[in-house]
């Protein structure tokens, strides 16, 4: 079976190719002869009872040596998605207005869309952690920047990192403590955008200089696994920012948690995640575009976009 498969992603100009899981599946996809087209959220639009995009189909080919992977998209075309067997979305954060807009023209994609659009916009990925308190450090949330300070202020021995609930890559991430309060409240300034926005606290985990490790999942299945490093004088271990990659072991718990996260994450509507774990502890779940597939590849060893594919195939069969 031939599917049509339409990818709604960031702009290709913007994409590492040696970093992109988007860019393997689409080129796993493409190995398959299924049809491969991509779109930006910024080209759906509703018209007529449908949502349409201008897109492009993208012959990707993996390992090949190439100038751009501009090189593989034909010229744009306007269709309805109600045209593709299956729309991915991996559009990465921010989750902001703009992005709910993406997820509200999916609604009437009048076809099926992993992971759900209403899940995407209904759960932001930082503060899904909170519903396994036992599986993860103390957290705090919150919009107004004076709770997170007074939680900050109760106890001056308490490390605490502080994030946007809304953003990726490691992007306005402090370590915060009370012994440096000017610092503290400048950084929950920063995190809730003046008090504009969703940001989270979560106690430090000093096993973070052991590694972070990223699972990637589908449904209760893991599919590949690395630790990430941080490098030095750094405490966030993404790969973005010059973490270092290497293979790991899932300990007992941390099997058990990636199975009870993931079973709920795909009753949900949400089966492909990316779930972020320090010393044995949950401290993200990633359903906005789990990624990581090059590293673990490389760590591992093995091609695991063939199980991402595999898996989109039966979803389709069987929907």
């Not at 040696?18 to 080209?43: F, N, P, Q, W």
């Not at 503060?127 to 004076?146: F, G, H, I, K, Q």
């Not at 993200?284 to 989109?312: A, C, M, Q, R």
């Amino acid at each position: 079976m031939n599917l049509s498969i339409c990818i709604v992603i960031d702009p290709l100009e913007t994409l590492k190719p040696t970093m992109d899981t988007s860019l393997l599946i689409a080129g796993e996809c493409h190995d398959r002869g299924h049809k491969v087209y991509v779109t930006t959220g910024d080209s759906l639009f509703f018209f007529r009872d449908t949502t349409w995009a201008t897109v492009q189909e993208f012959c990707f080919k993996r390992n090949l040596t190439y100038t751009s992977i501009m090189e593989f998209a034909k010229e744009n075309t306007t269709l309805p998605l109600s045209n593709f067997d299956i729309v991915l979305m991996r559009t990465d954060p921010p989750v902001n207005p703009k992005y709910f807009g993406f997820t509200y023209l999916l609604d009437y994609a009048n076809t099926l869309v992993l992971n759900s659009p209403s899940i995407l916009r209904n759960v932001t990925e930082k503060s899904l952690v909170l519903r396994w308190p036992d599986y993860t450090p103390t957290c705090a949330m919150s919009v107004n920047p004076e709770n997170l300070i007074d939680i900050v202020k109760k106890d001056s021995d308490v490390i605490w990192v502080a994030k946007p609930a809304n953003n990726f890559n490691g992007n306005a991430v402090f370590k915060i403590s009370a012994k440096e309060l000017k610092n503290a409240i400048s950084a929950i300034q920063i995190c809730t955008n003046n008090g504009t926005e969703l940001a989270i606290l979560q106690e430090f985990l000093p096993e973070v200089v052991e590694g972070d490790k990223k699972i990637f999942m589908i449904g209760k299945e893991i599919v590949g696994a690395m630790n990430r490093l941080p490098i030095d004088d750094d405490f966030r271990a993404n790969i973005h920012l010059g973490a270092k990659s290497e293979k790991t072991v899932l300990t007992k718990r941390e099997r058990h948690i990636c199975e009870t996260v993931g079973a709920y994450c795909d009753s949900i509507g949400a089966p492909i995640t990316c779930i972020d774990m320090i010393g044995e502890q949950l401290t993200e779940i990633n359903i906005t575009s789990p990624s990581g597939i090059p590293e673990i590849n490389k760590v591992e060893k093995s091609h695991f976009e063939e199980v991402i594919v595999d898996y989109l195939e039966k979803y389709v069969s069987q929907n």
